[in-house]
């Protein structure tokens, strides 16, 4: 399994331009968050799915878009990029219901707004 | 939603035990805790989770007192490798909730 994998590893962005961060797991996971974490500081919560068809806005959505459309994938939408979202963006999955639930984190997309 | 505090920072030397608590005072019922480690440039791992008493792994272990109010991560015999920042955790399983909210963490230093 290659687990979480996140596209791009890294991309700068021009004040107002919008992207799409790709987000896909291989390990039939239910749940599926998106966290941003800046420099020296924690991981913030921006949304977060329980299934496909189902999203919901974690702790800082301002300025973002998320859909699940397969279990498998769950892409993040920046639209009007801004300097304040220069960030390093984290996706990951976690199989909620057994009796070993544990997040598995993506290797992250390092993104630069200027 | 259980909030989590947690010391900023610690500092250690090579080859000691080093404990981190974390603070939980309104973990829920079906609450577990977990605990993450995260180096530069990646993304959180797993390192160990426990719902009561003491849970031990290949790595660490962790202390979890009878009212759950905290726990604590032990690492044995630290290593320089060991530097990183460690997350406690706590959330639901099958029915907690679904926001899955990290605290600051701890910043671990190994030192030789």
């Known amino acids: 399994n290659a687990g979480v994998t996140q596209t791009p590893k890294f991309r700068i962005l021009k004040i107002g331009q919008s992207m799409t961060l790709q987000c896909t797991q291989d390990m039939n996971h239910n749940y599926m968050y998106w966290y941003r974490q800046d420099p020296g500081m924690g991981l913030k919560l921006i949304y977060y799915?329980?299934?496909?068809?189902?999203?919901d806005k974690g702790e800082v959505p301002n300025g973002y878009n998320v859909s699940r459309s397969t279990t498998e994938d769950f892409p993040l939408r920046l639209e009007l990029a801004a300097p304040s979202q220069t960030s390093v963006y984290f996706c990951?999955?976690?199989?909620?219901?057994?009796?070993?639930?544990?997040?598995?984190f993506g290797s992250g997309t390092q993104l630069s707004v200027l | 939603l259980a909030k989590t505090t947690q010391p900023i920072s610690m500092d250690s030397y090579e080859g000691q035990e080093v404990n981190i608590t974390c603070s939980h005072n309104?973990?829920?019922?079906?609450?577990?805790i977990t605990w993450y480690q995260q180096f530069p440039s990646q993304g959180p791992r797993f390192i160990i989770q426990g719902y009561k008493t003491k849970v031990t792994n290949e790595v660490a272990s962790l202390f979890i007192p009878a009212d759950r109010k905290s726990s604590t991560l032990s690492l044995p015999r630290v290593s320089l490798s060991d530097t990183a920042v460690y997350y406690c955790?706590?959330?639901?399983?099958?029915?907690?909730?679904?926001?899955?909210?990290f605290g600051a963490g701890t910043r671990l230093a190994v030192h030789p």
């Open positions: 799915s329980v299934g496909a068809g189902i999203t």
């Open positions: 955790l706590v959330g639901g399983v099958s029915g907690g909730y679904n926001k899955l909210i």
């Open positions: 309104n973990i829920a019922t079906n609450d577990y």
């Open positions: 990951a999955s976690i199989l909620r219901g057994g009796n070993d639930e544990k997040l598995f």
